[in-house]
């Protein structure tokens, strides 16, 4: 068949379905100028116009049969035989109103959640990047692990070698961010914002374009007027100037430095973070210079690939390049990603797990749906006979209950939308993102999400009706004749099987529901070893450029010099705060004591080899904190005591190890008293242990006991070496508050801008709400899983009470006849309970067999309950079992009801 | 992709796609030239001619146009395609097949 052709008869098809109207005039017209035609040329032969139209006519036949063959030859009427079917559906449905809202609910809440994780599945995999042609876009990291601040960055000697030999590249940029940049200017009070330097090139390369004024241009020297300049956010705009048209050229203070804003970038633009506000130019070193700060892992870089060029080839191309530098390291290794994992990678465990299980609960309303239309096709057994009996073929049968699930899950479509319109925030705020990256809450709801569910009801409707359809036209026209419900053998054991099959599913989401709802109550009842109630928190950065200098690596690692004035600023501030008069306590900490992002290590050996000391070098997370912070904290001192006046800058070093780090390296002994030596950098002197402190975790949501020491901020060397330098940027202080907590902030925001007006304090809150914070989303994902498991065990014991009914409705009188007979109410309600138990019992061992499996799946997001516990799955089978119970209760009663005289009489 | 057909309705079919290989014509123009052409032996009957021309005009070897007819009238014409050119081949190179079949039956039972 030519392709012409084809494309010629499909059009006359669609032609015969659309303007079926247009096409039965068409042919009622040519039929009538047929007869027209003979009738003139009988006249033209001498007849009189009556004989001649007599004559034409029976010549022409019966009119309405021709006119009804030529209908059928055209494709008219298998168009009209459908829609009499999904009329006759229509009103089935609204015949039966129960079976109508039962089904129609457990369809819309399976195609609701599945179309609502299928839209963010689709967003996060295939809606295009915000930017043109972004999927070849890619982020180049190294192995580098320091400085922590710029863990997998790349130096500026890598970036530039990249950037002039790479043949896979067609482009290249870099950025660094995570730093505070303030933004003042004269008399308004300073802003801290979150910053970015951006070369010129990653602007271009990324293809976006300003809203108003200019990005950074090539020619942006780094000692000409042109590279102060500064690029702004949107929101900046609005919040700071009320979005003024002459806000380009002005000129604002950035770190001290005066830079004219030259350009707004749109509102939606986000590269990975969405708090940045004010983008500088990242100047480099030209390409000839060589120092240690060109040596250094600093800068995030993003490259957009050359046409044609895979991820392979870029990998090897850029590690050969950067294997080339220096030939004496060890070659580093790269991990090349394209941007749209780097931006969308973290949702993939918590969006798998979501999709699963709205893809099981879909199945599992299916089976739902089908075993209701099974029981209901037993009772129009009789129905379906007559059509067989009138001549209706057996594919006829088929395509009208066909038909009529395709109704169903039509009808479907109404509540199914409005579930996946909830759902979809629903799925997308489960998902939470890791900080610094920027939420989910853009998916749309759009005619593509409306589109998917239109494609699931379709394909929902034939995996639910075909099974229905062909067992409904298992019949045969002396049925018709048959009194009662008389019932096809295969109809009853299919639906036992989708009853089963629908326990087994709500088991294993049973199952997952309870693991992670566990997992999240043992994470958020966790032990922290601190208040956080009533504690205020703020931070106050400086800029690490200020304190810290690159030095020329040693033995492979970064050196840092550290100006004294980084410990002096903090005292300053430190003592202002204490002076307040609203305040209990107040400590500051390098990095908030749990959650954060990134903790340098430090390892610690013992120097005093004892007989019970392991003498083993031990790593541990480092914290350096200012005297009396275990005391504002609350944390538990176990042994000694905890930083106070005593140790000062020029005491002996101390040190406070963490309780994990005490029963590692000390165990069964206090080690008060001990010395330890730090390894970080020239300068460090031997601590002597003056405490042990109750372990506090340092991730919320990681099981084991992290070991840690605690330094005071007063005793630090002048060189360190790269992990532990990234805390000089800034430090946590914490307040106990006791009065009002609004005015003591206030108070130490005037006490900040006193200390210095250009560095204010940021991520000003409580603790609890930062903490609180990290819950949320885990409580917003164990909410959306536990209404997944609930929906389904609702749907499944939905399910077994209606085959549990129809079992009774269906025995009614051997029930009868059975009590007539002098059966105890025992033995009948065994008849009804028994077979329902055997089919809960096989669902069960089902579920379990495969809930075991996948609860392994699930095993990384477990925290403190493992994925065999046995209490869960044994909890999950009572509950099914309880919930049976209740859904087999009332065909129970109705059975016992079984009158023999009234059945009697109905026959 | 010939719909299995009885005999008659498939010599129905070859005698239509016949007569518009001479040229384009309409429903009743073709039934006329049926009847003239076997000298009256043949009779179309309209319950059979047009859904013949309907499948016909579904399996795409013959189009249908709404026309001014002589009499400035419009009737509906029919034309074959280059597909139903290839489906006369066809039809004929079967018929005489089946015709000479027949043939040599009747001569030697």
């Given at each position: 068949?030519?392709?012409?052709?084809?494309l010629r008869?499909?059009?006359?098809?669609?032609?015969?379905?659309?303007?079926?109207?247009?096409?039965e005039?068409?042919?009622d017209?040519?039929?009538?100028?047929?007869?027209?035609?003979s009738?003139?040329?009988?006249?033209?032969?001498g007849?009189s116009?009556e004989?001649?139209?007599?004559?034409?006519h029976?010549?022409?036949?019966?009119?309405?049969?021709?006119?009804?063959?030529?209908r059928?030859?055209r494709?008219?009427?298998?168009?009209?035989?459908?829609v009499?079917?999904?009329r006759?559906a229509?009103?089935?449905?609204?015949?039966?109103?129960?079976f109508?809202?039962?089904?129609g609910?457990?369809?819309a809440?399976g195609?609701?959640?599945?179309a609502?994780?299928?839209?963010v599945?689709s967003?996060?995999?295939?809606r295009?990047?915000?930017?043109?042609d972004?999927d070849?876009?890619?982020t180049?990291?190294?192995d580098?692990?320091?400085?922590?601040?710029f863990?997998?960055a790349?130096?500026v000697?890598?970036?530039?070698?990249?950037?002039a030999?790479?043949?896979?590249?067609?482009?290249?940029?870099a950025?660094?961010?995570?730093?505070?940049?303030i933004?003042?200017e004269p008399?308004?009070?300073?802003?801290r914002?979150?910053?970015?330097a951006?070369?010129p090139?990653?602007f271009?390369?990324l293809?976006?374009?300003p809203?108003?004024?200019?990005l950074?241009?090539?020619?942006?020297?780094?000692?000409?007027p042109r590279?102060?300049?500064?690029?702004i956010?949107h929101?900046?705009?609005?919040?700071?100037y009320?979005?003024?048209?002459?806000?380009?050229g002005?000129r604002i203070?950035?770190?001290s430095?005066?830079?004219?804003?030259?350009?707004?970038?749109?509102?939606?633009?986000h590269?990975?973070?969405d708090?940045?506000d004010?983008?500088?130019?990242l100047?480099l070193a030209?390409?000839?210079?060589?120092?240690p700060?060109q040596?250094t892992?600093?800068?995030r870089?993003?490259?957009?690939?050359r046409?044609?060029?895979?991820?392979?080839a870029?990998?090897?191309?850029?590690e050969a390049?950067?294997?080339?530098?220096h030939?004496?390291r060890?070659?580093?290794?790269?991990?090349?990603?394209?941007?749209?994992r780097t931006?969308?990678?973290?949702?993939?465990?918590?969006?798998?797990t979501?999709?699963?299980m709205s893809?099981?609960?879909?199945a599992?309303?299916?089976?739902?749906v089908?075993?209701?239309?099974?029981?209901r096709g037993?009772?129009?057994?009789?129905?379906?006979a007559?059509?067989?009996a009138l001549?209706?073929?057996?594919?006829?049968?088929?395509?009208?209950?066909?038909?009529?699930?395709?109704?169903?899950?039509?009808?479907?479509?109404?509540?199914?939308v409005?579930?996946t319109?909830f759902?979809?925030?629903?799925?997308?705020?489960?998902l939470g993102p890791?900080?610094?990256l920027?939420?989910?809450?853009?998916?749309?709801?759009?005619?593509?999400v409306?589109?998917?569910?239109?494609?699931l009801?379709v394909?929902?409707?034939?995996?639910?009706g075909v099974?229905?359809?062909?067992a409904?036209?298992r019949?045969?026209?002396?049925?018709?004749?048959h009194?009662?419900?008389?019932r096809?053998?295969?109809?009853r054991?299919w639906?036992?099987g989708?009853?089963?099959l629908?326990?087994?599913l709500a088991?294993?989401?049973l199952v997952a529901?309870?693991?992670?709802?566990?997992?999240y109550?043992?994470?958020?009842?966790?032990?922290?070893?601190?208040?956080?109630r009533?504690?205020?928190?703020f931070?106050?950065?400086?800029?690490?450029?200020?304190?810290?200098r690159p030095?020329p690596?040693?033995?492979?690692s970064?050196?840092?010099?550290?100006?004294?004035?980084?410990?002096?600023?903090f005292?300053t501030?430190s003592d202002?705060?204490?002076?307040l008069?609203?305040?209990?306590?107040v400590?500051?900490i390098s990095?908030?004591?749990?959650n954060?992002?990134v903790?340098?290590?430090v390892?610690?050996?013992?120097?005093?080899?004892?007989?019970?000391s392991?003498?083993?070098?031990t790593?541990?997370?480092?914290?350096?904190?200012?005297p009396?912070v275990?005391?504002?904290?609350?944390t538990?001192?176990?042994?000694?005591?905890?930083?106070?006046?005593?140790?000062?800058?020029?005491?002996?070093?101390t040190i406070?190890v963490n309780?994990?780090m005490?029963?590692l390296?000390?165990p069964?002994?206090?080690?008060?008293?001990?010395?330890v030596?730090l390894?970080?950098?020239?300068?460090?002197?031997?601590?002597?242990?003056?405490?042990v402190v109750?372990?506090?975790p340092?991730?919320?949501?990681?099981?084991?006991?992290?070991p840690?020491?605690?330094?005071?901020?007063?005793?630090?060397p002048r060189?360190?070496r790269?992990?532990?330098?990234?805390?000089?940027?800034?430090m946590?202080?914490?307040?106990?508050?006791?009065?009002?907590?609004d005015?003591?902030?206030?108070?130490?925001r005037?006490?900040?801008?006193?200390?210095?007006?250009?560095?204010p304090i940021?991520?000003?809150?409580?603790?609890q709400?930062?903490?609180?914070?990290?819950?949320?989303e885990?409580?917003?994902?164990v909410?959306?899983?536990d209404?997944?498991?609930?929906?389904?065990?609702?749907?499944?014991?939905?399910?077994?009470?209606?085959?549990?009914?129809?079992?009774?409705v269906?025995?009614?009188?051997?029930?009868?006849?059975?009590?007539?007979?002098?059966?105890?109410?025992?033995?009948?309600?065994?008849?009804?309970?028994?077979?329902s138990?055997?089919?809960?019992?096989?669902?069960?061992?089902?579920?379990?067999?495969?809930a075991?499996?996948?609860?392994?799946l699930?095993?990384?997001?477990?925290?403190?309950?493992?994925?065999t516990?046995?209490?869960?799955?044994?909890g999950?089978?009572?509950?099914?079992?309880g919930?049976?119970a209740i859904?087999?209760?009332?065909?129970?009663r109705?059975?016992?009801r079984?009158?023999?005289t009234?059945?009697?009489?109905a026959? | 992709m010939?719909?299995p057909?009885?005999l008659?309705?498939?010599?129905?079919?070859?005698?239509i796609?016949?007569t518009?290989?001479r040229g384009p014509l309409?429903?009743?123009?073709i039934?006329?030239?049926?009847?003239?052409?076997?000298?009256?032996?043949l009779?179309?009957g309209?319950?059979?001619?047009?859904p013949?021309l309907?499948r016909?005009?579904?399996?795409g070897?013959?189009?249908?146009?709404?026309?001014?007819?002589?009499?400035?009238?419009?009737a509906?014409?029919?034309?074959l395609?280059r597909?139903?050119r290839q489906?006369?081949?066809?039809?004929?190179a079967?018929?005489?097949?089946?015709?000479?079949?027949?043939?040599?039956l009747l001569?030697?039972?």
């Open positions: 068949m030519t392709l012409a052709r084809f008869i499909a059009r006359q098809r669609f032609t015969a379905i659309v303007r079926r109207g247009a096409v005039r068409d042919i017209r040519e039929l009538a100028w047929h007869l027209e035609q009738i003139l040329e009988k006249i033209a032969d007849a116009e004989d001649a139209r007599r004559e034409a029976r010549e022409f036949g019966v009119l309405a049969l021709v006119t009804e063959r030529s059928d030859a494709g008219v009427t298998t168009i009209n035989g459908f009499d079917d999904v006759y229509l009103r089935l449905l609204r015949r039966t109103p129960a109508t809202a039962i089904a609910l457990a369809l809440a195609i609701g959640t599945t609502a994780a299928a839209a599945v967003f996060v995999l295939a295009p990047l915000p930017f043109p972004g070849r876009l890619i180049i990291r190294t580098a692990v320091e400085p922590a601040l863990a997998r790349a130096s000697h890598q970036y530039r070698a990249w950037q030999r790479s043949a896979s590249l067609a482009a290249v940029g950025s660094r961010g995570g730093s505070h940049v933004a003042a008399g308004a009070p300073p802003l914002v979150q910053g970015q951006f070369t090139s990653l271009a390369l293809g976006v374009r809203e108003a004024g200019r950074f241009e090539e020619d942006d020297h780094p000692f000409g590279a102060l300049v500064v690029v956010s929101r900046l705009w609005q919040r700071r009320g979005g003024a048209p002459g806000t380009i002005r203070r950035v770190d430095v005066a830079r004219e804003i030259v350009g707004i970038l749109p509102a939606d633009f590269l990975q973070a708090n940045i004010v983008w500088i130019p100047i030209p390409a000839g210079e060589h120092g700060a040596d892992p600093q800068l870089v993003t490259a957009r690939l046409p044609g060029a895979t991820l392979a870029a990998r090897a191309d850029l390049i950067a294997a080339d530098l030939p004496e060890a070659a580093p290794r790269l991990d090349i990603s394209p941007l749209r931006l969308y990678g973290w949702t993939r465990p918590r969006l798998a979501l999709g699963a893809t099981l609960l879909l599992l309303s299916c089976a739902n089908a075993a209701l239309l099974l029981a037993t009772l129009r057994r009789r129905e379906l007559m059509r067989a001549g209706a073929s057996r594919r006829r049968i088929v395509r009208q209950l066909l038909t009529e699930s395709l109704v169903l899950g039509l009808a479907a479509a109404v509540p199914a409005l579930v319109a759902g979809l925030p629903a799925v997308s705020a489960a890791p900080p610094g920027f939420r989910l809450t853009v998916v749309p709801f759009d005619v593509a409306l589109a998917t569910v239109a494609a009801c394909l929902s409707s034939i995996a639910f099974v229905p359809a062909i409904g036209s019949v045969h026209p002396i049925d018709a004749l009194g009662g419900t008389a096809s053998a295969s109809g054991s639906r036992g989708l009853v089963a629908q326990i087994a088991d294993v989401l529901g309870a693991l992670l709802t566990a997992s109550v043992n994470v958020s009842g966790r032990e922290l070893n601190f208040e956080p009533g504690l205020l928190t931070s106050y950065a400086v800029r690490a450029d200020e304190f810290i030095m690596q040693r033995q492979g970064s050196v840092f010099e550290v100006s004294p004035d980084a410990a002096r600023t005292e501030l202002r705060l204490k002076q008069p609203g305040s209990r306590g400590a500051g990095f908030p004591p749990v954060s992002l903790l340098p290590m390892t610690v050996q013992p120097l005093d080899a004892t007989r019970d392991l003498g083993a070098p790593a541990a997370a480092y914290f350096i904190v200012t009396e275990f005391a504002t904290l609350q538990p001192i176990l042994h000694g005591r905890e930083f106070d006046a005593r140790d000062g800058r020029d005491a002996p070093w406070v309780e994990a005490a029963r390296c000390w069964g002994g206090n080690p008060v008293g001990r010395r030596r390894d970080l950098g020239d300068g460090e002197r031997p601590r002597e242990i003056i405490g109750a372990t506090m340092a991730r919320l949501d990681e099981p084991a006991a992290q840690a020491v605690y330094t005071s901020y007063l005793q630090q060189y360190y790269g992990p532990a330098v990234g805390m000089f940027a800034g946590t202080f914490l307040m106990r508050p006791k009065g009002d907590a005015v003591l902030l206030a108070a130490a005037r006490a900040a801008a006193e200390v210095s007006p250009e560095r940021d991520e000003v809150g409580a603790v709400s930062h903490l609180y914070a990290r819950l949320a885990r409580r917003n994902y909410t959306a899983v209404t997944f498991a609930l929906l389904a065990a609702l749907l499944a014991i939905v399910g077994l009470h209606g085959v549990a009914t129809h079992v009774v269906g025995r009614a009188n051997e029930f009868a006849v059975r009590r007539a007979l002098g059966a105890r109410r025992r033995e009948i309600l065994a008849l009804v309970a028994l077979p138990l055997w089919l809960v019992a096989a669902g069960l061992v089902m579920g379990a067999a495969i075991l499996p996948a609860a392994r699930l095993a990384p997001q477990l925290w403190g309950v493992a994925p516990d046995i209490p869960t799955y044994v999950a089978s009572a509950t099914l079992l919930a049976a859904g087999c209760a009332a065909p129970m109705r059975a016992l079984c009158d023999p009234a059945r009697l009489r026959e | 010939p719909k057909s009885d008659l309705q498939g010599t129905l079919d070859l005698l796609l016949k518009l290989a309409h429903g009743w123009g039934s006329k030239r049926i009847q003239q052409l076997s000298d009256d032996e009779s179309v309209q319950g059979s001619l047009y013949a309907y016909l005009e579904n399996q070897w013959i189009v249908a146009q709404w026309k001014e007819s002589e009499q400035g009238r419009s509906k014409v029919y034309s395609t597909d139903g489906q006369l081949e066809r039809e004929l079967t018929w005489k097949r089946l015709s000479s079949a027949v043939g040599l001569k030697r039972a």
